[in-house]
């Protein structure tokens, strides 16, 4: 104070670690001994998104879920980072999809996304997803299939709360301790198979697939005792 000069905490944190680089013991002196410091708030290594378009931009009419065409994306990871699953959820309906892809990466993701909504074009108006890499290519994705991609705020996964709880049901056919790099068409099938004609409170014990088609089916006949 006396000599007018400011220093940021960062410039002292970098000086004591430097001092212990060089054997120094200042670094005994500071209150929380940890091996590696946490940074909060101004550093974030996955990268940024060109051109993308914030969930505050979105619709409100996304948030009211009172019609069928709004999709919340994510891809999940499997034990040891080996493959991934894209998982794709309408919020109106539930209706899931999901494929596999051998590695996380936005050639990949994209693929998976257009394949997977590309049977659905007349039910297609946005896509909210996290901020991860893979979805570089968000762009070529609105160009194909023409629906309009929204990325959620960094770490709020609560923004895509449909979507999160989806994919801990899907967590009960690929667990965590799984790697996902031998996941087959088979497997991917029937876990949509289940999910999908699955009576949930929240829809008036209707399916997914019942809400997202305006088709009635019968459960006997789909599942036999």
């Known amino acids: 104070m006396e000599e007018g000069i400011s220093i940021s905490h960062?410039?002292?944190y970098q000086y004591i670690y430097a001092d212990k680089k060089s054997g120094g013991q200042l670094h005994r002196h500071l209150r929380c001994q940890k091996k590696r410091r946490k940074r909060y708030g101004t550093y974030d290594c996955r990268g940024v998104i060109?051109?993308?378009v914030s969930i505050e931009e979105r619709p409100e009419i996304v948030g009211e879920r009172s019609r069928v065409g709004d999709w919340e994306g994510d891809t999940m990871i499997g034990k040891n980072h080996k493959g991934a699953l894209v998982t794709l959820v309408e919020r109106k309906s539930l209706y899931t999809i999901i494929d596999a892809v051998a590695r996380r990466t936005a050639?990949?993701?994209h693929g998976a996304i257009v394949s997977?909504?590309?049977?659905h074009k007349g039910k297609l108006h946005?896509?909210?997803h996290d901020n991860g890499k893979e979805m570089a290519e968000h762009e070529q994705i609105t160009d194909g299939l023409g629906?309009?991609?929204y990325f959620a705020h960094p770490y709020s996964s609560w923004e895509r709360g449909v979507n999160e709880n989806t994919n801990g049901l899907i967590r009960q056919y690929f667990p965590k301790d799984r790697e996902l790099i031998g996941v087959t068409r088979k497997e991917v099938e029937k876990a949509m198979e289940r999910l999908n004609h699955r009576p949930r409170k929240t829809l008036g014990f209707l399916t997914p697939y019942e809400v997202f088609l305006s088709r009635a089916i019968c459960l006997e006949a789909k599942f036999p005792p």
């Open 10 to 12: 960062e410039c002292i």
């Open 50 to 52: 060109r051109n993308r």
């Open 107 to 109: 050639a990949a993701v």
């Open 116 to 119: 997977g909504l590309a049977p």
């Open 126 to 128: 946005t896509l909210t």
């Open 147 to 149: 629906i309009r991609v």
